[in-house]
Nanobody, 120 residues
Framework: QVHLVESGGGSVQPGGSLRLSCAASGSISRINRMAWYRQAPGKQRELVAAITSDGATDYADSVKGRFTISRDNAQNTVYLQMNSLKPEDTAVFYC??????????????WGQGTLVTVSS
């Protein structure tokens, strides 16, 4: 079994920064794609940023130039550095990791979500 634990959410004023972390634990062989999604109140969940196993990244247009996704393969952890935050960034952020387990299965695992609130 594989679990993801997210941290780093909270409240910040517009223009501020936050760094989210998402660490995987369990029976892990290697991790493929890692990504962050978010869901604002009354809206559908949307992709924020993704990073492949070889470091290629992809961002939603709304966060390009402000957010940076990175990963630490040794720690099975993905990060999301969020700068110049705006009120419209307020949402629950979820991480997901594509995990090849030690039992030769593939799992798409989701974190529990962490709330980011941007408000003055």
């Amino acid at each position: 079994q594989v679990h993801l634990v997210e941290s780093g959410g909270g409240s910040v004023q517009p223009g501020g920064s936050l760094r989210l972390s998402c660490a995987a634990s369990g029976s892990i062989s290697r991790i493929n794609r890692m990504a962050w999604y978010r869901q604002a109140p009354g809206k559908q969940r949307e992709l924020v940023a993704a990073i492949t196993s070889d470091g290629a990244t992809d961002y939603a247009d709304s966060v390009k130039g402000r957010f940076t996704i990175s990963r630490d393969n040794a720690q099975n952890t993905v990060y999301l550095q969020m700068n110049s935050l705006k009120p419209e960034d307020t949402a629950v952020f979820y991480c997901t990791q594509g995990v090849f387990t030690a039992k030769f299965t593939y799992l798409e695992v989701w974190g529990q979500g962490t709330l980011v609130t941007v408000s003055s």
